[in-house]
């Protein structure tokens, strides 16, 4: 199993990104996909989730209406787009599969997000 992220960067506050995440190692059209962030000093969180088929989302209240997570089972790849940027958005944000809350053991290196004037 491994998870590829990346799209991260330095942004203005207000601004957009949009990641990305390759898997591979798996079934990927079976499985839920989530995106986690870890910013620093803090646990790491769930941000959204996806089903396998991608008809159903969610998204937890702090990034509700600003954030979208899709998926794309032909490239076993899932995104995350990022908008109205905030600076409690930085941290470093994953992808992993599996229910929410109940992440794999395998993650990827992360793709690191600034939110900075």
């Known amino acids: 199993v491994q998870f590829v992220e990346s799209g991260g960067g330095l942004v203005q506050p207000g601004g957009s990104l949009r990641l990305s995440c390759a898997a591979s190692?798996?079934?990927?059209?079976?499985?839920?996909m989530n995106w986690y962030r870890q910013a620093p000093g803090k646990e790491r969180e769930l941000v959204a989730t996806?089903?396998?088929?991608?008809?159903?989302?969610d998204h937890a209240d702090s990034v509700k209406g600003r954030f979208a997570i899709s998926r794309d089972n032909y490239m076993n790849t899932v995104y995350l787009q990022m908008n109205s940027l905030k600076p409690d958005d930085t941290a470093v944000y994953y992808c992993?599969?599996?229910?929410?809350?109940?992440?794999?053991?395998?993650w990827g290196q992360g793709t690191q997000v600034t939110v900075s004037p």
């Open positions: 992993n599969a599996g229910l929410p809350g109940s992440p794999w053991a395998s």
């Open positions: 190692g798996f079934t990927f059209s079976r499985y839920h």
């Open positions: 996806i089903t396998s088929t991608g008809t159903s989302t």
